[in-house]
C-alpha cells in the first residue's frame, strides 16, 4: 500500500464547476499539508499548505484536513480554463523531512 | 527573488553512462532536495541536502548520489544508466527554519536513457 493515494483521473469538468480533489494517507505521523499545481512540462508550484487539521481558505482554493480520517481535499470554485493542470497532493511529518506526493490527478476545465 | 534554476533542460544519454544534473537554489534557501518523476506518477523522493551534508535519502540505489555547495546549489550523478532512470528530474529548494513552508521546484532535466 502507497502512503499516500490518490485518483489519477482524468476529471474534466465545465468551466464554473467546483472541483473538489482528495487524497488519503496511512502514515499518522504526517502534520503538513499540501497541494501542488503542475502545468505540462513544468516543475509543481506550491498553492496551499496546511498544519494539522482545519481548513485553509485562499481566494476560488480551499484546502481541508481531517487527520482522524487521513483524508485531504482541495475545493477549487468558479473553475476557469487556466486551471487545467495536474494536482498533487503532498504530505510530511515535521518541516525539515521529506515531502511524499500523491501520482497527481490530471484535471480539465471545459470552456 | 530568482527561482530554482536546473539545467541542462533536456538529455539523451546511452544505458551504462554517466549523467551530471545541476541545480542553483532560490535565493536565502538552506535544503536541497532531489526528486524523480516518471511518466504520469507523482515526485518520487531521492534525498535531501542541507548545509553540505545528506539529509536523508528515498528508496534509490547508490549509484544515485549527490552534492550540495557551500553556495547551496546542488549536483545529482547518476551513474551505470538503466533504462528505467528516464524520467524528469526535479530540483526543489527550502529554508529549513523559515516561516513558510514547502519547497520550490525547477523546471526539471527530462532525462532519457536509450
Known amino acids: 500500500q502507497k502512503e499516500v493515494e490518490q485518483d489519477p483521473g482524468p476529471l474534466s469538468v465545465p468551466e464554473g464547476a467546483i472541483v473538489s480533489l482528495n487524497c488519503t494517507y496511512s502514515?499518522?505521523?504526517?502534520?503538513?499539508f499540501m497541494w501542488y499545481r503542475q502545468y505540462s512540462r513544468k516543475g509543481p508550484e506550491l498553492l496551499m499548505y496546511t498544519y494539522s487539521s482545519g481548513n485553509k481558505e485562499d481566494g476560488r482554493f480551499t484546502a481541508q484536513v481531517d487527520k482522524s480520517s487521513k483524508y485531504i481535499s482541495l475545493f477549487i470554485r468558479d473553475s476557469q480554463p487556466s486551471d487545467s493542470a495536474t494536482y498533487l497532493c503532498a504530505m510530511s511529518g515535521s518541516s525539515a523531512s521529506k515531502i511524499i506526493f500523491g501520482s497527481g490527478t490530471r484535471l480539465s476545465i471545459r470552456p | 527573488e530568482t527561482g530554482v534554476t536546473q539545467s541542462p533542460t533536456h538529455l539523451i544519454k546511452t544505458r551504462g553512462q554517466q549523467v551530471t544534473l545541476r541545480c542553483s537554489s532560490q535565493?536565502?534557501?538552506?535544503?536541497v532536495s532531489w526528486y524523480q518523476q516518471a511518466l504520469g506518477q507523482g515526485p518520487q523522493f531521492i534525498f535531501q541536502?542541507?548545509?553540505?551534508?545528506?539529509?536523508g535519502r528515498g528508496n534509490f540505489p547508490p549509484r544515485f548520489s549527490g552534492l550540495q555547495f557551500p553556495n547551496y546549489s546542488s549536483e545529482l550523478n547518476v551513474n551505470a544508466l538503466e533504462l528505467d532512470d528516464s524520467a524528469l528530474y526535479l530540483c526543489?529548494?527550502?529554508?529549513?527554519?523559515?516561516?513558510?513552508?514547502?519547497?520550490?521546484f525547477g523546471s526539471g532535466t527530462r532525462l532519457t536513457v536509450v
Open positions: 535565493s536565502g534557501h538552506n535544503t
Open positions: 502514515n499518522s505521523a504526517f502534520q503538513y
Open positions: 541536502y542541507y548545509r553540505e551534508e545528506e539529509n
Open positions: 526543489a529548494s527550502s529554508l529549513v527554519g523559515g516561516q513558510n513552508y514547502g519547497y520550490t
